[in-house]
């Protein structure tokens, strides 16, 4: 044993030793090639001198990286993410600056500028001597990878072991419809996803169905946390709290987390020894890196941001992902360029902060989740649930097929392989599953469509001003005219431009908010839920012109008395407890849309009107109510279907299905004849039953804590699954997770 240790000790000297060599001749290299580099004295040195001086400057280089670095990224763990991509090279280049003053009787100068460029360099040669010295060790990785799982056990007093319980890795590629990833996966583009899938693969691919409201917020909140009840759209006004709810917004993300934590009296599909990545929930994970809803919280209990300082920590980490920001956004002035130039449509505006927040989600929120995860595995976490939104983010700006969006899907298809290599090192057996939250339905924006808003079609409708290029439209036009002539004939007398009498414009106007092709409008001054017969009264005119615009579905909105009606054009009107999938209102709309209405209907922050823009179901196209050309957030093709991936050792996904799932090349859903997993919840609990199947029942959350403590980041115990929704809230225990990232695991992945 005692030989065994110097022989590691040895080989970790001579890499060190390597590595060092290698960076003293790059650096000088770079005083060859560079005139604004020196490593002599100003009257000259000989070689030897001169190579002493570049091995003095790269050791101090290297010893200020491997102990200052950590420092400083820590110490700018709160700047944003987009600013400290910035930051990455000024800081390398300033830790240079300081090696250079260590060397002796100041041989070594350089001009900050220079000093960038030296330091990116270097960072990355460094980097790539590790790692091939690394792979020419077969051995070494493995012995890394038990090393790290073992001290991690044994800090957690665990036995573990390659014997134990089998780990689960649930990837979200967020946004990729089902259908998308078939055309995909028979392009070719997909290759690791494609080998695990067919007649000899590991996995089955079943389709799910989503909620009314398709989007992130809604699907994500319920697969984690197992309820998204009260949810009905992206964003949404609540008129008891006077605020505006958005998904994407850590207050809000926090608050949904709350409510679902309270409303289940469960902490979440991650609560036993999970590990939440690049998420707007948690999970009640007490791994956290990139969460949304921990990131409104500060001080030592906000765990979110640790796997970013993890990542960011190695400066060739940090100089790699810079460089491919910078790239990326890049790629993208010259995409929307092209798209210009060739007079592309349909096509939304991409400039402004866009190229860098595009650049963000297809690099750094990738790589950081990446090596995340990665350590998660290696460490022998039990779950790990890991969110990519680069395909989602890209689509909604240059459409779900584009060439733009594939790229980014293919990119990530060589994510979903290196989490499954490192799953091969792990100290468990591990199973991979590959999920979406939702599709992208394509189509031109309602505004470039009709040449004016939701917003303005609404105020329009209720008399309202409108923009000048608004009422210049045909849409505008109409609608002011509807209004005026709806009034006249309530009012008995003319109505003159403007006025605000009683049933025109009294009272604040709408607000009116877009959730992909999904709208919300509400009227903050009513309290409670607003009936047909109340807008009626107020706005004569508003339901008729929505109702019977072309770029619009169907309405929902309550009445009085006999429940709520959903209405269409030429005046149909149907009772939502009548409701029939593909008629009357719902014509063309794909099955399913009946019961989604009839839920969302009884959540208490329903709007006062809910508007489904058109759907064609020849091409598939919706309107968006926001500014892209790939949507979701409503009813209307293939926004509504998403996929699920799951490997042959774990049950099939549908009840009662044959286990064998669909192929790659299949269109319909998995699980016998017509089945399919329908709204998020049922996928929260499949994935929760596939968690007991690999490690058991987990621990119910205890029924004597308070419910008010349940706020993100908290352990709540792990729960067999989400309580109906009757059920009381049960509590929480006081006390928060503080566990981070491990930091043994991390750096062991940064060769992998």
């Known amino acids: 044993m005692q030989r065994g240790r110097w022989r590691t000790a040895g080989r970790a000297l001579l890499r060190v030793l390597t590595v060092w060599a290698v960076s003293t001749l790059t650096m000088l290299a770079l005083a060859g090639l560079l005139p604004d580099f020196r490593l002599q004295a100003p009257d000259g040195d000989?070689?030897?001198?001169?190579?002493?001086?570049?091995?003095?400057?790269?050791?101090?280089?290297?010893?200020?990286s491997a102990l200052v670095w950590p420092l400083l990224v820590r110490a700018f763990l709160l700047v944003p993410a987009l600013l400290l991509g910035l930051l990455v090279f000024f800081l390398n280049g300033s830790l240079l600056l300081v090696a250079l003053r260590l060397i002796p009787d100041g041989r070594g100068d350089v001009g900050p500028e220079t000093a960038v460029v030296v330091a990116a360099v270097m960072s990355a040669v460094a980097s790539a001597t590790s790692t091939a010295l690394a792979a020419g060790d077969e051995s070494a990785h493995p012995r890394r990878l038990s090393r790290a799982a073992g001290r991690r056990r044994r800090r957690n007093g665990e036995d573990g072991g390659a014997g134990g319980p089998s780990g689960t890795v649930f990837v979200q590629l967020d946004g990729v419809g089902h259908q998308v990833l078939v055309e995909a996966l028979a392009a070719g583009l997909l290759p690791h996803i494609a080998e695990r899938l067919g007649d000899e693969g590991t996995h089955r691919l079943t389709r799910w169905r989503t909620d009314w409201s398709s989007q992130t917020g809604a699907s994500q909140l319920a697969i984690l946390h197992g309820t998204n009840h009260d949810v009905p759209?992206?964003?949404?006004?609540?008129?008891?709290?006077?605020?505006?709810?958005?998904?994407?917004?850590?207050?809000?993300?926090?608050?949904?987390q709350r409510r679902a934590v309270g409303r289940t009296g469960d902490g979440g599909l991650l609560t036993l020894d999970g590990a939440s990545r690049g998420n707007l929930f948690s999970g009640g994970a007490d791994q956290l890196a990139l969460v949304l809803s921990m990131a409104a919280r500060r001080g030592r209990s906000n765990r979110s941001r640790a796997g970013y300082f993890a990542y960011f920590r190695d400066p060739a980490n940090a100089v790699r992902t810079a460089v491919s920001f910078a790239v990326e956004v890049a790629r993208e002035i010259a995409q929307s360029t092209r798209a210009r130039l060739r007079h592309e449509s349909p096509r939304v505006g991409r400039g402004g902060l866009y190229p860098l927040i595009r650049a963000f989600a297809t690099v750094v929120e990738r790589d950081v989740v990446v090596a995340a995860v990665m350590a998660d595995i290696l460490s022998g976490r039990s779950a790990v649930y890991a969110d990519f939104v680069a395909y989602d983010e890209v689509a909604h700006h240059s459409g779900p097929r584009s060439h733009d969006a594939l790229r980014v899907l293919a990119r990530l298809d060589?994510?979903?392989?290196?989490?499954?290599?490192?799953t091969t090192y792990a100290p468990r057996a591990y199973h991979l599953v590959l999920l979406s939250d939702h599709g992208q339905s394509p189509g031109e924006t309602f505004e470039g469509a009709y040449g004016l808003t939701l917003r303005d079609l609404v105020r329009a409708g209720c008399g309202l001003p409108v923009p000048r290029r608004a009422e210049r439209t045909r849409s505008g036009?109409?609608?002011?005219?509807?209004?005026?002539?709806?009034v006249r004939a309530v009012l008995h007398r003319p109505v003159h431009e403007g006025t605000t009498e009683e049933g025109a414009a009294t009272g604040p106007g709408p607000v009116v908010l877009?959730?992909?092709?999904?709208?919300?409008?509400?009227?903050?001054?009513?309290?409670?839920?607003?009936?047909?017969?109340?807008?009626?009264?107020?706005?004569?005119?508003?339901?008729?012109?929505?109702?019977?615009?072309?770029?619009?579905?169907?309405?929902?909105?309550?009445r009085e008395q006999g429940g709520s009606l959903v209405l269409g054009r030429d005046g149909a009107e149907v009772p939502v407890a009548a409701l029939v999938d593909g008629a009357g209102p719902l014509a063309g709309f794909p099955p399913g849309a009946a019961a989604a209405i009839r839920r969302t209907d009884g959540f208490p922050h329903v709007a006062d009107i809910m508007v489904n823009s058109m759907y064609e179901p020849g091409t598939g196209r919706v309107h968006a109510f926001e500014e892209q050309i790939g949507s979701h957030g409503g009813l209307g093709g293939e926004q509504s279907h998403a996929f699920l991936m799951s490997p042959h050792a774990l049950s099939?996904?549908?009840?009662?299905?044959?286990?064998?799932?669909?192929?790659?090349?299949?269109?319909?859903?998995a699980g016998g004849e017509g089945a399919e997993l329908v709204g998020a919840e049922e996928v929260h609990r499949v994935l929760r039953r596939w968690l007991r199947e690999c490690a058991g029942p987990q621990v119910p959350l205890p029924a004597v804590l308070p419910v008010a403590s349940a706020i993100p980041g908290q352990r709540t115990g792990g729960g067999g699954g989400a309580a109906d929704d009757g059920h009381a809230p049960a509590p929480e225990r006081p006390?928060?997770?503080?566990?981070?990232?491990?930091?043994?695991?991390?750096?062991?992945?940064?060769?992998?």
């Open 46 to 64: 000989s070689a030897t001198r001169t190579a002493l001086t570049a091995a003095w400057g790269a050791g101090a280089f290297g010893l200020l």
């Open 233 to 256: 759209a992206f964003r949404w006004y609540e008129k008891d709290s006077g605020r505006t709810i958005v998904s994407n917004r850590p207050a809000s993300a926090a608050e949904l």
């Open 414 to 422: 060589r994510c979903v392989g290196a989490i499954a290599r490192a």
């Open 477 to 486: 036009a109409e609608a002011r005219f509807a209004a005026r002539h709806a």
């Open 514 to 558: 877009a959730s992909g092709n999904l709208g919300l409008v509400s009227f903050p001054d009513v309290p409670g839920r607003m009936t047909r017969e109340q807008i009626d009264r107020r706005h004569p005119a508003l339901l008729r012109t929505l109702a019977h615009h072309p770029g619009i579905g169907f309405l929902l909105v309550a």
């Open 652 to 669: 099939p996904a549908v009840p009662g299905g044959t286990g064998d799932g669909e192929s790659a090349a299949a269109g319909a859903p």
């Open 735 to 752: 006390g928060d997770r503080t566990a981070a990232v491990d930091a043994d695991a991390e750096d062991e992945t940064r060769t992998a």
